[in-house]
């Protein structure tokens, strides 16, 4: 079912009409807590979570901890709170789930980060998030405004039981990378949601680096504020003996002219995990002339493990250049294991020199030659943690 | 005493599994190549010559049921696959397989390090390698590219021969070397071969279905494989009658054996 309605976007503009569409994948988003019920784990969008292990994160309780900030600030960079008022008008959308309504009601205001207009950062803003064992309420905006060029990393260590909001608002014309990476202690439970807004010709480039933590369930949102729009969101993860890490992702083509490619890859090894990726893309009446394509690609390692992975195009207009998507999910290449091998590499090895080309790949695709070197880096303990047998 | 020097084949038996049951491909093969020689298989398709191939290397596709292969003395149906590459036995693949975001110098880096026991010295391996990758005409940025990830068909040949001579094992299977080569490709191909034998202590097995690269690379002997197993063997005149000939003389005598 759709219904034309009018709505304003966050800069007041009237924007051109687009539709409303009903779906039991992405629910209506709202800042209302009691607009998301206590989930019992049969909805659609909580059946892979393992509700027991994140209900701390579904509980109304609230918490003043906050975790601790480290920050390499550029000039003209500025960090400031907000009221929670301010920064539900200033946050890119409206929670779609409980975890993220709660953290947005809890949070006792937001964290502004404001890259300001035509800024061009030379260096990286990056941010550690250190969890220090507590329950805590979290909701971020970050505001790039038009014309800048910003790499932003936000890297989340430590222990914590973490619900989150956080907003990447992207003016027209800029050029962002934002990444973030999830190097949690094991205890950490971390469920959220990141919301995209991709301004006017704006060119994005998102990074979800999920690697550590008991659990990590990510809702990853996307939309456009006007036609021109590139978004590309790559995420790379490597899921341990019992660890949930769960990426659901949509991206709403809601503009004409836009661009999304969305690939996630992941490795699994070890009794209990389990990967979920949920890869949504929906195509408005109005999205005439975009291309889309998502792909998600899973590396099973060990006995024990699962992946779940479900792409899923809604397409309302024909008027497209490309939407497509794949889903693949296997066990090493015995053809690969066997070349290697055939070149006196041993088994163990080749192994590992499968795994790190299967990152190393997407890795190169990200293009952002200050970051490369710490994935591998991080992708190279994982390895060292396990791949052997 | 017992000459067991080079690449000594006794009463190979091979099977694999189809859905049809177990299948016996090779049937009792007998081969002796010593350190030096450069010696042909020639058959049809489907005659198990990549079988031999393979079951060389110990691909796990292929059960060997009885027999032997051993090189220079020591037996490698016993060894692990790396461990026959590292025994010194290599094999040139007809269809070599694509490593995603493994770079061809990682990969030979590995190879080598892995084959010798120890890392080689970075200067002089980027040299070594750089020279290999002259010799068979591929660009230096051919070592950052992933292993044969979006490589041609001729590029896959000449990396494997660039494989060849910068790992130089003791003992060389060629699968179909010439397959899908232009002619160019070929000649560049046969000379990393014949560079590789050269070195005079050095034995190749050089398998193929066609004639024209023996154009390029001179076999000391031919043998003719049908059925899974060796039918004929003769010199270098072998190859010009099958060229002449073909095969049928010999796929009539199977079928009606």
Redesign the interface.
């Known amino acids: 079912m759709t219904a034309t309605i009018e709505r304003a976007d966050e800069a007041g503009h009237v924007r051109e009409a687009v539709e409303a569409v009903e779906s039991h994948l992405h629910p209506k988003p709202s800042w209302n807590v009691a607009d998301h019920p206590m989930p019992t784990g049969r909805e659609e969008i909580w059946r892979f979570t393992p509700i027991a292990r994140i209900k701390p994160l579904l509980e109304e309780t609230p918490s003043d901890a906050h975790l601790v900030w480290e920050q390499t600030v550029p000039e003209g960079v500025t960090i400031r709170t907000l009221s929670e008022a301010e920064g539900r008008q200033l946050a890119a959308e409206a929670p779609v789930d409980r975890v993220s309504a709660l953290a947005a009601a809890l949070a006792g205001g937001a964290q502004l980060i404001d890259v300001p207009a035509e800024a061009e950062l030379t260096e990286p803003l990056e941010i550690v998030l250190r969890g220090t064992g507590e329950l805590v309420w979290g909701h971020i905006v970050v505001r790039i405004g038009h014309h800048a060029r910003a790499t932003i990393v936000v890297r989340h260590e430590g222990r914590a039981t973490y619900g989150t909001k956080l907003d990447v608002v992207v003016g027209e014309s800029a050029v962002v990378n934002f990444v973030t990476v999830q190097d949690w202690a094991d205890e950490t439970v971390h469920g959220g949601q990141t919301s995209v807004l991709v301004g006017r010709d704006a060119q994005v480039r998102t990074v979800t680096v999920s690697l550590g933590g008991s659990l990590v369930r990510l809702t990853e949102t996307a939309r456009f504020a006007g036609p021109g729009g590139s978004l590309e969101q790559y995420g790379l993860y490597f899921v341990d003996a019992g660890q949930h890490i769960e990426h659901r992702l949509f991206v709403d083509h809601n503009a004409p002219q836009t661009h999304s490619q969305v690939d996630y890859r992941g490795a699994l090894q070890g009794k209990g995990a389990h990967s979920v990726w949920i890869g949504d893309v929906l195509i408005r009446k109005v999205a005439e002339g975009i291309s889309t394509y998502e792909a998600n690609k899973n590396l099973v390692l060990t006995d024990g493990c699962r992946a779940d992975s479900v792409p899923n195009l809604e397409i309302e207009t024909g008027q497209i250049e490309g939407a497509g998507h794949s889903s693949t999910t296997g066990r090493f290449?015995?053809?690969?294991l066997?070349?290697?091998?055939?070149?006196?590499?041993?088994?163990d090895?080749?192994r590992r020199?499968?795994v790190?080309?299967?990152?190393?790949?997407?890795i190169?695709k990200i293009g952002v030659p200050e970051l490369e070197t710490s994935l591998m880096d991080a992708v190279e303990i994982e390895l060292a943690k396990s791949v052997s047998a | 005493m017992t000459d067991t020097r080079g690449l000594v084949i006794t009463d190979l038996h091979v099977t694999v599994e189809t859905e049809a049951g177990t299948k016996e491909i090779l049937k009792g093969v007998n081969l002796t190549i010593r350190p030096g020689e450069i010696h042909a298989i020639m058959g049809p398709n489907g005659s198990g010559k990549s079988t031999l191939a393979y079951s060389i290397a110990g691909h796990p596709k292929y059960t060997i049921t009885q027999g032997s292969v051993a090189l220079d003395g020591v037996e490698l149906t016993e060894l692990s696959v790396d461990a026959r590459a590292r025994a010194g036995m290599f094999l040139a693949m007809q269809y070599p397989v694509e490593v995603p975001g493994v770079s061809v110098a990682n990969f030979l880096r590995t190879a080598k390090t892995a084959l010798t026991g120890e890392a080689p010295k970075v200067r002089t391996w980027i040299k070594e390698v750089n020279s290999a990758l002259d010799r068979l005409d591929l660009d230096h940025e051919f070592s950052a590219r992933s292993v044969n990830e979006g490589f041609s068909g001729g590029e896959k040949k000449r990396h494997e021969i660039a494989q060849l001579e910068l790992l130089n094992p003791k003992f060389a299977v060629l699968d179909e070397t010439d397959s899908g080569l232009d002619i160019d490709a070929l000649r560049i191909v046969s000379e990393g071969v014949n560079r590789y034998a050269a070195q005079g202590d050095r034995g190749v097995l050089l398998i193929t279905h066609y004639t024209r690269i023996l154009r390029y690379i001179n076999p000391d002997y031919v043998h003719v494989f049908v059925d899974g197993h060796v039918v004929e063997e003769g010199g270098r005149e072998l190859a010009d009658e099958l060229e002449a000939n073909g095969y049928e003389k010999y796929t009539k005598v199977a079928t009606e054996a």
């Not at chain 1, 290449?333 to 690969?336: P, V």
């Not at chain 1, 790190?356 to 997407?362: A, N, T, W, Y």
């Open positions: 290449d015995d053809e690969q066997f070349y290697l091998q055939s070149r006196g590499i041993a088994p090895e080749a020199l499968v790190r080309g299967f990152f190393r790949s997407i190169a």
